[in-house]
């Protein structure tokens, strides 16, 4: 697969041969985001004294009895059997133990939150599973109250990400989709709050740092007031929230240090789903391939994006290459 990274004046143009297109720059983009990272930050409490819209609503914090519900729904709607009817296909199973349990499970096709829900089941609720969300991140932040704006300007971003579930836990706050935990908010001292991401390919550097004992994170971003919080944290937990189904090519504008990082100004999303199944089909021939052209001067503020099957051998203005 051929890729080339984006022009750095006013249009760039990006071509590839065949399977997944690779993802440019090293720092993570969705769609053209800049105003709605510029809002995010100031509701963080980064935008300087100027009034703006009102905010939307951070995601409330799940209570147990509501994270409960949420996987029997999981449960139900994967299996099509809700959990007093596991209860008893498990009992009747005859497993011993946590980890039998687990592997019959697995073996069943239930997995994840489901799967965790029917061991608690089993086996019994951690005394802190059943305390209310509030009580949770009030013993978080207890004896380091100076860092809990930190967490409510995370939360405070969350709404321009999508639909998310915050998830309340002892020592830290998970942030969840249906597929899995994507981010965690954790105390870890009392002068730094670590934004832990689940980032299996990304190694550190720059802003992403080494993660220890912060859940399924790989990385992780301190944070230690509110204004860090700003348009590349949010960028990240884009990015890092994801949607499998959702094939694009992510385009990143910046300037990079002299340590190699980039530092996002603005960042694009090329849906693979916008392209003309007659130009897949053209650019899959011998000696073809598929290529985007963007202007970041589009109508409305977004930039203009056209898709086009070339020849493979051709640079991006059209001419052969050398």
Known sequence: MDAAPPSSGPSGAVGWTGGTPPRTGSTPTGEDHTGEDRAATEAAGAGGGQAGPEPAAAPPLKSWEEMRDWAEHLLRSRTGQGVATWNRRSAEAGLPDEQALRAWLDGQGVTGYAQALLVWERFGYPDFRTAEADELIAGQY????????????????????????????????????????????????KSRVDLGLRLEHERPGGRL??????????????????????????????????????????????????????????????????????????????????????????????????????????????????
């Open 142 to 189: 207890s004896d380091r109250p100076q860092l809990r704006p930190v967490l409510d300007a995370v939360l405070a971003a969350l709404p321009a990400l999508g639909p998310v579930t915050v998830q309340a836990r002892k020592t830290c706050v998970s942030l969840v989709t249906p597929r899995c935990t994507f981010a965690v908010v954790q105390a870890t001292t």
């Open 209 to 322: 740092l080494a993660a220890r004992d912060i859940g399924a994170a790989t990385v992780r971003i301190p944070l230690t007031r509110p204004e860090d919080v700003d348009a590349e944290v949010l960028g990240w937990l884009r990015y890092v929230r994801g949607d499998r189904a959702d094939r694009h090519l992510g385009l990143a504008w910046g300037d990079v240090h002299s340590d190699g990082t980039l530092r996002l100004f603005r960042g694009s999303k090329l849906r693979l789903a916008g392209v003309d199944p007659r130009l897949v089909e053209e650019a899959m021939r011998p000696g073809r391939r598929l290529v985007a052209r963007i202007r970041l001067t589009g109508t409305q503020g977004e930039p203009a994006l056209t898709w086009s099957a070339g020849p493979a051998d051709a640079d991006l203005a059209g001419a052969p290459l050398k």
